[in-house]
């Protein structure tokens, strides 16, 4: 079993920043990570993705060069900065695990975390 809490959700204003933190304990050994978001009406979306070494990462399109995913193995955890965030960025942000590198499919994300809120005004 893996468990993840999430951190660091808020409200913001268009244009700011936000970093999200996920903490990871139990079974983490070679887990690859990755951040979703569900807005209201909407379905699951993967936004980002790492390794356990945190050399490969995965990016959504809408994220790209504006979202950075990063991992510290010394502690569990995995972070996602966000930066020039937009109104539609806001959604309910998810923590999720798997064993299998570059996967998108929330269906493919065997163990998630509750959700933290990022809400950005315009």
């Known amino acids: 079993q893996v468990q993840l809490v999430e951190s660091g959700g808020g409200l913001v204003q268009a244009g700011g920043s936000l970093r999200l933190s996920c903490a990871a304990s139990?079974?983490?050994?070679?887990?690859?990570m990755g951040w979703f978001r569900q807005a209201p009406g909407k379905e699951r979306e993967f936004v980002a993705g790492v390794t356990w070494s945190g050399a490969g990462t995965w990016y959504a399109d809408s994220v790209k060069g504006r979202f950075t995913i990063s991992r510290a193995t010394a502690n569990n955890t995995i972070y996602l900065q966000m930066n020039s965030l937009k109104p539609e960025d806001t959604a309910v942000y998810y923590c999720?695990?798997?064993?299998?590198?570059?996967?998108?499919?929330?269906?493919?994300?065997?163990?998630w975390g509750q959700g933290t809120q990022v809400t950005v005004s315009s």
């Open positions: 139990g079974r983490t050994f070679s887990n690859y």
């Open positions: 999720a695990a798997t064993t299998e590198n570059g996967r998108r499919r929330s269906d493919d994300f065997r163990f």
